[in-house]
Structures are given as C-alpha cells and as structure tokens.
C-alpha cells in the first residue's frame, strides 16, 4: 500500500525536497538530550532577523564539540570520554555523546557558534528573497 502524500497534488511542482526534509524530521532521534530552544531574535536597523539555537551543553568544553553545516542539515554533536583516574562516589552526571539535527531551509545562513555559561548558541539568519513578478510571453504557433 502505497503512502499518501500532501505534496503529490497537481498544483504542488517540485516539491519533493520538502517531502524529503519531512521525512528525515520524522525519523530524527526522539532522544531528549540535550536540551535546547529556539529563539527569533528580532530585526534591529539594517540588521536581518536572526534565528538562534541554544543548547544546554553543560560539561562540555568547545573541543569536545562540533557545529557542521552537512548540506541543508545543522549537525551539532558532543562527545566525552570517561575519565579513568577519577573515582566517584555518586555519578549523577553522565559523560556521554549526542547528536543533534537540524533541517534548514534553502537559503538559511550559519552567522556562527558561541559557548558561554554551559549554553552553545547558534545564529542563523535567512536573508529575505527578493519578491519577483514576470510577464511569461506567450508564442503562436498558428
């Protein structure tokens, strides 16, 4: 049985890449770790409005951590290793790895990474598409 699709409607041309995007979004870890939100930052001035992505990182130090641009994906993933020499009492606190994904839309631009108070902070910004309106001429083949 075949699956149906919003995007295999006549009137909807080219867009398989969304469909695409849709289906990777879905099927993207469920895992809870690390946490994070999305913020808008709004337009200041000439500024563009800008889009960030902070995630609780907490432990993690910025060569323990990598920022990819993977095609029209965002990659961020962590790693630890566990310390041999340490003997803990209580381990609450796990040292382990992640990877977080997310799809960007054509267009959006990667403005950079920061680390501050256990928090990386990614900007992104979309720069606004020129709206374009054109006379498609017609020919006659009489």
């Known amino acids: 049985m075949s699956r149906l699709s919003p995007f295999g ?12 995007a849709l289906d990777r979004v879905a099927k993207s870890s469920v895992d809870g770790y690390p946490p994070y939100n999305i913020e808008r ?8 409005e800008k889009i960030r992505i902070m995630i609780a990182v907490a432990g993690f130090t910025p060569d323990q951590l990598d920022v990819m641009l ?8 962590g790693r630890q290793s566990e310390d041999k020499d340490r003997h803990f009492l209580h381990r609450g606190i796990a040292a382990r790895q992640f990877q977080r994904t997310f799809v960007l839309a054509d267009g959006m631009e990667v403005l950079g990474a920061d680390l501050s108070n256990g928090l990386l902070s990614i900007d992104l910004v979309r720069p606004e598409a020129a709206r374009v309106a054109r ?8």
């Open 9 to 20: 409607h006549p009137f909807l041309l080219g867009f398989d890449e969304i469909e695409q």
């Open 41 to 48: 930052i709004a337009r200041t001035g000439a500024k563009p």
């Open 70 to 77: 993977e095609e029209n994906q965002l990659v961020v993933r």
């Open 135 to 142: 006379r498609i001429d017609i020919a006659s083949r009489d």
